[in-house]
């Protein structure tokens, strides 16, 4: 996870629901240019390329620290996203892109999605 900011991804307005991703800014504060409500910085930061395709929640689930994500897995869920095969490996692997939520050393919230990549996302509010 990253320790500092760098430039947000994009930004995104919560009141009107437009996004600007052309605003290159840090730690500032980002006015949107509809509704003057202060925007939410969007940071993403690429976990797995769909490159793994059907393969990503079992990759996920091996190879990441389910812990520092919150997730208490039983041995059953385990079981199941270790095997595209099984009946529930998609509904378990919901569950965990609902589920899973990262706090790091500044208190940034980071979630999971999936959007073909698998991404950590982190919304931010600048106060400044
Ligand atoms: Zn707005």
């Known amino acids: ?52 395709g059907i393969y990503i929640p079992k990759v996920f689930v091996e190879s990441f620290d389910l812990e520092k994500w919150n997730l208490k897995l039983d041995k059953e869920e385990k079981e199941i996203l270790n095997n595209p095969e099984n009946e529930s490996y998609w509904d378990s692997w919901n569950d965990v892109l609902n589920n899973a939520e990262l706090i790091d050393k500044d208190k940034n919230k980071y979630f999971l999605h999936q959007d073909g990549d698998l991404f950590a996302k982190c919304y931010v509010e600048f106060k400044g």
């Open 1 to 52: 996870m990253k320790n500092e900011y760098y430039m947000a991804d994009y930004y995104h307005c919560n009141n009107c629901d437009n996004y600007a991703d052309d605003i290159i800014s840090e730690k500032e504060k980002v006015i949107c240019e509809n509704c003057d409500e202060t925007m939410i910085a969007v940071f993403s930061e690429l976990l797995l390329s769909d490159f793994h």
